[in-house]
C-alpha cells in the first residue's frame, strides 16, 4: 500500500508519499481499498503540528474516506467484501492512503442509502456533513420557525448548517463569510443572507428588525463569538464548533445566567468515542438527504493523491469553496 506519511511537523514537503505494509483488520474493524479521502483544514494544522502529543508523528492525516471493503475483522456484521462504504476515521487518521484500517461503528455502507452516491461526494462530506448534522438535529434546541446565525457560513461544515437548519424549519437563517465575493453563494447553500463578519453585528439586527436570533453556529470562535451573545435572544444559544481565529475567549458564568442565554460545544471527534453508533447512525441519515438531493454540495477540487501538498496550499491560501479530495487509487 502506500500512503502519506507525515514524519515531523513543517510546511508541504512534510507530505511524503511512502510505501508501507499492506493492512489487515483488527477486531471490529473493516480494512477498504480507499478510492477518495476527504481534505480538511484540521489536517493542515496536523502537519503543523498544532496538536502536540494527541497526534504523534509519524502520522497519514485524514478524518473521512469512501471506498470498498477489502477485509472484514473479527466481530463485524452487516458488511461485505467489495462494498461500497463511507467512513469517519475521525482520531485514529489514516484516511491519505491507498488502504486504511476503519471502525465499522463508523462506517455507512453506501447501497443503504436509497439513492446513488458516488465515493468523492461521500468522503468529501462525511465529516462535516455529520457534525452539521448533529449540531442542528441534536446538540442546539433549535425549533421550527427560529431565526439562526452561522459563522464560516461558506465553509465546509457552515455550508452544511444553512440547508440543514433550513430543511428542518429554520424561518431566517443568517451567515457571515470572510470576503464579499463569498456572499453570492447564499441561495445554493440555504442562506436567506450572507453578509461580510466585518458587517455581521448591524446586518443581523437589521435581518431580525432588531430582535437577534435564537442559535448562533460558532466555527470562528474569539471575539466574533464574545460579540455574538448580544445577538442571542433570551433563552438563546452559541453552539461553538471551532476556534479559526486563534482567539480563546471565554464567557463568564455570571453574563451567562443573568442574560439568560447559553454556550454549548460539540466535538465529534470526541464524541464519537464514546458514543460511535449514534454517530454513525446520524452519518447516515445525513448522508441520505445528500443522496436524495435534499441538501447538496460542492466538490471543489481533486487531486491524485501523490499531490496531497497541492491540497494544503490551496486550503492555507484560503482559495477553496467546497472541499477537496484525493483520488487515492494508485
Not at 468529501?124 to 446565525?149: F, P
Not at 450572507?194 to 435564537?214: C, D, I, N, P, Y
Not at 471551532?242 to 455570571?254: C, R
Request: glycine share 12%.
Amino acid at each position: 500500500m502506500k500512503a502519506i506519511v507525515i514524519e515531523q511537523a513543517g510546511g508541504t514537503e512534510q507530505l511524503l508519499l511512502k510505501e508501507l505494509p499492506d493492512l489487515i483488520p483488527g477486531r471490529g474493524q473493516l480494512t477498504i481499498d480507499v478510492a477518495h479521502a476527504g481534505v480538511g483544514y484540521v489536517d493542515v494544522l496536523l502537519r503543523k503540528g498544532s496538536f502536540g502529543g494527541i497526534f504523534p508523528f509519524p502520522a497519514t492525516p485524514g478524518l473521512e474516506v469512501a471506498g470498498y471493503v477489502r477485509a472484514i475483522g473479527d466481530g463485524v456484521e452487516g458488511f461485505y467484501i467489495g462494498q461500497p462504504v463511507a467512513a469517519l476515521t475521525l482520531l485514529d487518521l489514516g484516511g491519505y492512503s491507498t488502504m486504511a484500517n476503519i471502525k465499522a461503528d463508523l462506517t455507512v455502507p453506501l447501497d443503504e442509502l436509497g439513492a446513488e452516491l458516488d465515493l468523492a461526494t461521500a468522503a468529501a462530506a462525511i465529516v462535516n456533513l455529520t457534525t452539521a448534522y448533529m449540531a442542528v438535529r441534536q446538540i442546539s434546541n433549535m425549533k421550527e420557525g427560529d431565526h439562526i446565525l452561522v459563522h464560516g457560513a461558506a465553509g465546509g461544515l457552515g455550508s452544511f448548517i444553512g440547508q440543514i437548519a433550513k430543511r428542518f424549519g429554520a424561518s431566517k437563517v443568517l451567515g457571515t463569510v470572510g470576503t464579499v465575493e463569498k456572499t453570492a453563494l447564499a441561495e445554493s447553500l440555504g442562506y436567506d443572507e450572507l453578509f461580510v463578519r466585518s458587517e455581521f453585528m448591524e446586518r443581523t439586527r437589521q435581518a431580525t428588525e432588531q430582535k437577534g436570533v435564537h442559535i448562533v453556529f460558532d466555527t470562528v470562535g474569539g471575539h466574533t463569538r464574545k460579540q455574538s451573545m448580544d445577538l442571542l435572544r433570551p433563552l438563546g444559544q452559541i453552539v461553538a464548533l471551532g476556534e479559526t481565529s486563534g482567539e480563546d475567549v471565554l464567557h463568564s458564568s455570571n453574563e451567562l445566567w443573568v442574560s439568560n442565554k447559553a454556550v454549548v460545544g460539540f466535538s465529534i471527534g470526541g464524541y464519537a468515542l464514546s458514543h460511535p453508533k449514534e454517530v454513525r447512525q446520524a452519518a447516515k441519515e445525513a448522508l441520505r438527504l445528500l443522496a436524495s438531493r435534499e441538501i447538496c454540495t460542492e466538490v471543489f477540487g481533486i487531486y491524485p493523491l501523490e499531490k496531497a501538498a497541492e491540497t494544503h496550499v490551496q486550503l492555507e491560501g484560503r482559495k477553496t469553496v467546497g472541499k477537496l479530495v484525493l483520488d487515492c487509487r494508485i
